[in-house]
């Protein structure tokens, strides 16, 4: 079983619609969590932190749920520059940690 | 601004020569520095961490004698594809933790002919 494992997308969403994306990870002991947005042959940069209350960020809200070691990502009201490919990622310790990413959701936004 | 550098960008190499590329980090100091790999389509996989003053920690089925990593200041991690075969050709990213962020250098395309 992968380390970190998403939807395989892709997303076809019109402007304006609201989409989710789900994510689990397989490691129990995994402490920070993550979205990366990664466009087409560039670096990942970080989208938001993830925490176990559940937090928003303008359009963007993520969940955690540490039972059932699920990650989710909402976003309403899609715009046509939210299109990118969405990676969830796990830290596996505290600290100065390699991160450990999924394959990542492609979303395209269409006018 | 950027946080983290790479250079080259963009490389193109024969099979069999030795390519190296660069991972700086910005004012800041980065004892540790990780580097990715990318291949199309696929996620990042981590192939090892970089050591300041020590030897690289690689991740199983990554060959340390083809990826060799040096570390030799505490802002530069060098990585070295010996002997480049087109199977190599991939995305190699680094990143360093800033803070509690870690932050992605812009990538290098390396393409082996």
């Known amino acids: 079983r992968k380390e970190v494992e998403q939807d395989p997308g892709p997303f076809n969403v019109p402007e304006g619609a609201t989409v989710a994306f789900n994510c689990t990870y397989s490691?129990?002991?995994?402490?920070?969590f993550f979205w990366y947005r990664q466009d087409c042959r560039k670096e990942p940069k970080l989208l938001m932190s993830v925490y176990s209350s559940g937090n928003e960020d303008g359009r963007f809200t993520a969940q955690l749920n540490r039972a059932s070691q699920y990650i989710s990502l909402l976003i309403r009201d899609s715009k046509l520059s939210d299109s990118a490919t969405y990676l969830c990622?796990?830290?596996?310790?505290?600290?100065?940690?390699?991160?450990?990413f999924g394959k990542g959701t492609r979303l395209s936004v269409i006018a | 601004g950027a946080v983290v550098s790479q250079h080259p960008s963009r490389v193109i190499c024969k099979s069999g020569t030795s390519v190296k590329i660069e991972c700086r980090s910005l004012d800041f100091q980065a004892t540790t520095m990780f580097w990715y790999r990318q291949f199309p389509k696929k996620s990042l996989m981590l192939m090892a961490t970089s050591n300041e003053g020590s030897k690289a920690t690689y991740e199983q089925g990554v060959e340390k004698d083809k990826f060799l990593i040096n570390h030799a200041s505490l802002t530069l991690s060098t990585l070295t594809v010996t002997s480049a075969h087109p199977e190599d050709s991939s995305f190699y990213i680094c990143s360093a933790r800033k803070n509690y962020e870690q932050y992605f250098g812009p990538g290098t395309r390396l393409t082996v002919t």
């Open positions: 490691n129990s002991a995994s402490q920070s």
């Open positions: 990622v796990v830290n596996r310790r505290s600290g100065n940690t390699p991160l450990v």
